[in-house]
């Protein structure tokens, strides 16, 4: 019997660590041999982004360290194709270290955690480059290195070299790992209505007919115009109105198209018979606009969120930290066009403390809100998760129960009576609530409230600390 089947925790482990390095290292091979047609030398690999890096960074995001292996081994792999063993052995070893000295650096130091929300502020952005230019030197730094011991770079072109494979692994951070934040780590894919691929359509048009113009210039014109910044438009435009994965892949495709007409002679950073030099002043631009790009978006993002936030300020009661009148009408008014719609039923339950008065009068208004503050808690805790709790006014609450019968809703309030009522407060006095249920059939708004204000009463006038309906 072998080891493996001595041992069953360790194959259960050993089984995700083979498959991620399988799944990790194609990937990371796939993304080199993608951007193969857009080397700017047909002698050498000349690349204006290597998408390898931020494929190895992402799937660090997405599984942590258990894909190292498969990160090396992909890099490895790769480097195999053009150098010897040794070569590329030594190579892998700074591809695997930088993108994992990235990850570490962004999960030890970072504010937010990027995954979650790359785009949460400006400084996570500023957060995020900061440490991917750490990553990028060190596999930029280790590979030249290592070309230049086994004399395969010399040292006239080492510093070049080392530009050209610096700013190429950053652009590669910089455009790949956004991008699977998005649409695979946070999932922000939506359906967009038929306006919003109109406008999504349009800009790409607008976006691509620019691209062309701009870095084709060489071809339209008698020079080359500096004007390769006008591309800066369409994509603030597709920054402010689209949702921020797209905007990402807008620009992808700008620098695509950006290195075609570099390596087709025609953009303002063509530069005959030095491809180094092209390539640098091509990714200068690159990594400028790209992030100009994510820091817009990071602003746009933090402003929206905060304007969300304060808006939810608005429906909340700062007291008791449920939802206030206009959060209730609201709520009421989607639950009324939802019931409505789908023939569902619904049910409206409004409660009040009994003899609330005396206890502000007798135990101090500070004492009241601590009741209103555990009895919210505790109806909270009581209700599903569909249900809408609200703070009415004074120490009156309402409660929507969609999809919920008068029968159910009777039931539901004796729950929450029976609950209130043997609860230990902290003012150390028996607390009771009287409870009015209606179930909507047809009702308004307004005819809802008064009906099962109504039946509040009905409760109060029989005794209190019961359920009317």
């Known amino acids: 019997m072998s080891f493996i089947q001595k041992h069953p925790a360790y194959r259960k482990a050993l089984i995700p660590l083979l498959l991620y390095t399988v799944i990790t290292s194609f990937a990371y091979v796939i993304s080199a041999k993608l951007v193969a047609p857009l080397s700017l030398s047909e002698s050498a690999s000349i690349f204006a982004i290597w998408p390898p890096t931020g494929i190895a960074l992402s799937f660090l995001f997405f599984r ?31 591809n695997t270290l930088g993108p994992i000295l990235t990850y570490w650096l962004i999960g030890r130091n970072t504010k937010y955690t990027i995954k979650d929300d790359i785009f949460y502020d400006t400084d996570t952005i500023i957060a995020f480059v900061f440490y991917s230019v750490i990553g990028a030197l060190i596999t930029s730094v280790m590979g030249t290195t290592m070309l230049y011991l086994n004399g395969l770079l010399s040292l006239h072109h080492q510093i070049l070299g ?13 455009l790949i790992v956004p991008i699977f934040v998005a649409y695979v780590l946070q999932n922000t894919i939506s359906v967009a209505s038929k306006g919003h691929i109109v406008e999504i359509t349009l800009i790409l048009i607008v976006l691509v007919l620019f691209a062309i113009i ?4 060489g071809y339209f014109f008698d020079k080359r115009y500096p004007i390769e910044y006008l591309i800066l438009f369409p994509l603030i435009w597709a920054s402010i109105r689209l949702q921020y994965g797209i905007n990402l892949i807008f620009l992808t495709i700008v620098s695509v198209l950006a290195i075609l007409g570099t390596a087709s002679g025609y953009s303002q950073f063509s530069i005959e018979g030095d491809h180094r030099l092209s390539l640098i002043m091509l990714q200068i631009f690159i990594f400028t ?19 969300q936030e304060k808006e939810q300020l608005t429906l909340i009661d700062p007291l008791t930290q449920v939802g206030n009148r206009r959060y209730f009408t609201e709520e009421f008014t989607k639950e009324l066009e939802k019931s409505a719609r789908y023939n569902h ?16 009068d007798s135990l101090g208004h500070h004492a009241g809100d601590s009741v209103l503050r555990e009895l919210s808690t505790l ?44 609860y230990p407060f902290h003012i150390q006095r028996q607390v009771t609530c009287s409870f009015g249920v209606i179930q909507c059939d047809g009702d ?9 204000d109504g039946k509040l009463y009905e409760a109060k006038a029989s005794g209190r600390n019961r359920v009317a309906s």
Request: net charge negative.
């Open 64 to 94: 942590g360290y258990i894909v190292i292996p498969g990160i090396f081994l992909g890099a490895f792999l790769l480097n195999l194709t053009l150098s010897s063993p040794l070569v590329a052995f030594e190579i892998a070893i700074g």
């Open 162 to 174: 080392w530009a050209v494979w610096f700013f190429g692994d950053l652009i590669g951070f910089m």
């Open 214 to 217: 701009v870095f084709g210039s």
């Open 289 to 307: 606009v790209t992030f100009a790009i994510l820091m817009m978006t990071a602003q746009r993002c933090y402003t929206l969120r905060l304007l």
């Open 345 to 360: 039923p619904i049910s409206l339950i409004m409660f009040d403390i009994d003899h609330f008065k005396a206890i502000n």
């Open 379 to 422: 109806i909270h805790s009581q209700l599903r998760a569909s249900d809408y709790l609200a703070r009415w006014g004074g120490e009156e609450f309402t409660i929507i129960l969609p999809a919920t019968t008068l029968l159910n809703a009777v039931a539901t309030a004796e729950k929450l009576r029976t609950a209130i009522e043997t």
């Open 444 to 452: 308004s708004i307004d005819s809802g409230l008064d009906r099962v």
